[in-house]
């Protein structure tokens, strides 16, 4: 199966900060990297698919990057509809796993 | 519009047996693939199974044998049969869709809690 290794697993920011989230691979899923936003008692969003891809509807300020099997999500100015749970995704095989999720909570 | 929509959750005793629906609309569920992902309380995302639009399933090693899934095409609607259930299946049990164009799951249902305990 493969692993996908979140971090950090919490973090606290201010509005306005920038914030990145990173998740790493096990073995390669080439591009197959997905990001999903979750807050408080509601399914999960996506926010990035296929690494960089920005979901329609998602604001620009939310960004991913790939390098090998080093994946990014990146905040570019946090807002504060942007406290929420944060989780990786590889769709390259199966199991689908997801990684441990990052908490950004408010400073 | 899609819309994904979870119905059959609820509060069962060890060794019992639940079926969860998932109706799907603005979309043809058969076309495209289908899972289910779980969520215990306090914790993170755990992919429970996978239906591709062939109708080969998958299914997590933590439920394999005694989940199953299946699709009733006149309905547009996903199912997940589970038997013999087990405490440490409590959880928040979520559908979703992940058309091949994205391999990401795009739409999701509301989620349904389904509790095992004595």
């Known amino acids: 199966d493969i692993q996908m290794t979140q971090s950090p697993s919490s973090l606290s920011a201010s509005v306005g900060d920038r914030v990145t989230i990173t998740c790493r691979a096990s073995q390669t899923i080439s591009t197959y990297l997905n990001w999903y936003q979750q807050k408080p008692g509601k399914a999960p969003k996506l926010l990035i698919y296929a690494a960089s891809n920005l979901q329609s509807g998602v604001p620009s300020r939310f960004s991913g990057s790939a390098s090998g099997t080093d994946f990014t999500l990146t905040i570019s100015s946090l807002q504060p509809e942007d406290f929420a749970t944060y989780h990786c995704q590889q769709t390259f095989g199966i199991p689908r796993t997801f990684g441990q999720g990052t908490k950004v909570e408010i400073k | 519009e899609v819309q994904l929509v979870e119905s059959g959750g609820g509060l069962m005793q060890p060794g019992g047996s639940l079926k969860l629906s998932c109706a799907g609309s603005?979309?043809?569920?058969?076309?495209?693939?289908m899972s289910w992902v779980r969520q215990a309380p306090g914790k993170g995302l755990e992919w429970v199974s996978t239906i591709y639009s062939g109708g080969n399933t998958y299914f997590a090693d933590s439920v394999k044998g005694r989940f199953a899934m299946s699709r009733d095409n006149s309905k547009n609607t996903l199912y997940l049969q589970m038997n013999s259930l087990r405490v440490d299946d409590t959880a928040v049990y979520y559908c979703?869709?992940?058309?091949?164009?994205?391999?990401?799951?795009?739409?999701w249902g509301q989620g349904t809690q389904v509790t095992v305990s004595s």
């Open positions: 603005g979309f043809t569920v058969v076309t495209t693939y």
């Open positions: 979703a869709r992940e058309p091949p164009y994205t391999s990401a799951w795009d739409y």
